[in-house]
């Protein structure tokens, strides 16, 4: 597992030993920042399950502002924070150690880009758009990548959030959802 581009590029990250945790593919991560090239820059993340943080360590190394990694297992955040130090964005990066969905509902931010690619066989995507749309946590003009299995069908999204393409790569889907007003992709 690497960082694609930017200032970290072909830096190597560690990972976890066992199964509890599913690494984004290098060519679905190489996807979906085809996909949301332009939308990185100067933007504020939220790698709500941060696993190995390689998804918010793509943005920042791609140029966003800051990203904030959320994990519930300790292993999982020591690994982020080692992860993010070695590629130089300690000062970019916040990471948490937590509930995803208690994060949400306690969140008082906004985002620009939130990264959700919870355990497949959970229930969590579902409930984390749940929270995200209620809390309202998704900034103007955002934009959510949702990865899930290429059979799970997501909820119906309430405006000001749409649903917006999906991309299948195998079995894995991408789910790009928007705050209404932003251009779509």
């Known amino acids: 597992m690497r960082v694609i581009s ?3 590029r072909g830096r190597r990250l560690k990972e976890l ?13 190489e996807s979906i920042f085809n996909i949301i090239q332009f939308e990185i820059e100067g933007r504020r993340v939220l790698d709500l399950f941060g696993g190995t943080g390689q998804l918010g360590i793509e943005a ?13 297992r300790r292993e999982a955040v020591a ?4 992860n993010v130090k070695a590629c130089g964005f300690s000062e970019h990066a916040r990471v948490v150690q937590g509930d995803a969905l208690s994060f949400l509902a306690s969140c008082h931010e906004k ?3 939130i990264f959700l690619d919870p355990p497949y066989h959970s229930d969590l995507l579902e409930k984390s758009i749940e929270a995200i749309t209620r809390f309202d946590i998704l900034g103007e003009h955002g934009i959510m990548v949702c990865e899930s299995a290429a059979d799970r069908e997501l909820p ?4 000001p959030y749409e649903q917006g393409r999906e991309y299948r790569y195998g079995k894995i889907k991408l789910t790009i ?9």
């Open 6 to 8: 930017g200032t970290a």
């Open 17 to 29: 030993q066992g199964m509890d945790t599913r690494p984004t593919t290098d060519k679905v991560k």
């Open 60 to 72: 920042l190394s791609r140029g966003a502002e800051r990203c904030t990694f959320v994990d519930q």
């Open 79 to 82: 690994l982020i924070r080692d």
């Open 111 to 113: 985002f620009d880009v």
């Open 156 to 159: 119906p999204l309430a405006l």
């Open 177 to 185: 959802c928007r705050r209404a007003g932003s251009e779509r992709t």
